[in-house]
Structure formats: C-alpha cells, structure tokens
C-alpha cells in the first residue's frame, strides 16, 4: 500500500492557454486590419494639421507650439515627432502613434482578462466591442491623442489593480 502523502494542490497556471492566445490574435489582427483600412485615404483635418506642424518644424519651433497647446500633453507630440522622424513625414507615420495605441488598448484588455480571471468574459467582451467600436477606430486613425488616452487610461487601471 503506497502510504506518500498526496501532493499539494498546485495554483491555476499564470500562463496564457491556447484559447486566449486564439483569441487575442484574431481580435488584434481584426484591430490592425479595421484601423489601417483607409487609414491614409483621408486628408489631414485641422487638428491633425497641428500635430503635423509641430511634427515637422524645428525643435524650438515646436517647444513654442506644445507649450502653447494647453490640451494634449507633451510626451504626444514628441511621439510623434519620433514617428515621422523614424517613418518620413506621411499621413501613415503621423497617424501611427494612434494606431498603435488602439490596437494596444485591445491587446492590454485581453491581457488584464487573463490576469484577473473573475473578469475574463467582461474584458474579452470589451475587447471584442473595442476592436469593432466606429467611435473607437476613428480615434485610431486620427494623429491626435485620444487613442493614446485610452491606452493609458487602461495602463493606469491595470496598474492600480495590482
């Protein structure tokens, strides 16, 4: 008769499963493919025509206009400028900051599903209707900080949750 004491019982795994993992691909994919679908088709409107010069001018040029700007914060346009720097000064590098932060903000909620498993369906979904909200994707496609906001703002309640 085997008389060793039974294993103690182990905590549920940390890791990602195969199925979050499906899933957080597909809806990023989604996201990348919605957000970049006609991201370059429109024209600058007056806001991002802004960013555009702040982007492009010289950096004490620039200083003067951030500092002037009593809405976005600074770190956005430098930002940006790093985009454009890095991509050429084109719709797609002065729009990309924001793409990146949508797709972010549903990649990160995916990711705070996994980690706070009494919320995974609430997260999925949200991340689910974030990846397919017009509102949502407008902002993504635009070179202005809302996008960025929301990435944040999801980064800071991750952050306090721990």
Not at 20 to 37: P, T
Not at 50 to 62: D, E, H, K, W
Not at 127 to 148: D, E, F, K, M, P
């Amino acid at each position: 008769m085997n008389t060793a004491p039974d294993p103690a019982p182990t905590a549920p795994s940390r890791r990602p499963g195969w199925l979050l993992v499906a899933v957080l691909v597909v809806l990023v994919f989604s996201a990348v493919f919605v957000r970049l679908w006609g991201i370059s088709l429109e024209s600058l409107d007056n806001d991002e025509i802004f960013s555009y010069r702040v982007a492009t001018t010289s950096a004490s040029g620039a200083m003067q206009m951030i500092r002037e700007d009593l809405v976005h914060p600074p770190l956005f346009y430098y930002l940006v400028r790093f985009s454009v720097w890095v991509g050429g000064a084109n719709e797609f590098s002065l729009r990309f900051l924001s793409l990146a932060s949508g797709v972010g903000t549903i990649a990160l909620l995916m990711y705070m599903g996994h980690l706070f498993r009494q919320f995974r369906i609430a997260t999925w979904l949200a991340a689910l209707l974030l990846t397919l909200n017009n509102t949502h994707i407008y902002y993504s496609q635009q070179a202005r900080s809302a996008a960025v906001f929301t990435l944040l703002l999801c980064a800071l309640l991750r952050s306090e949750e721990r």
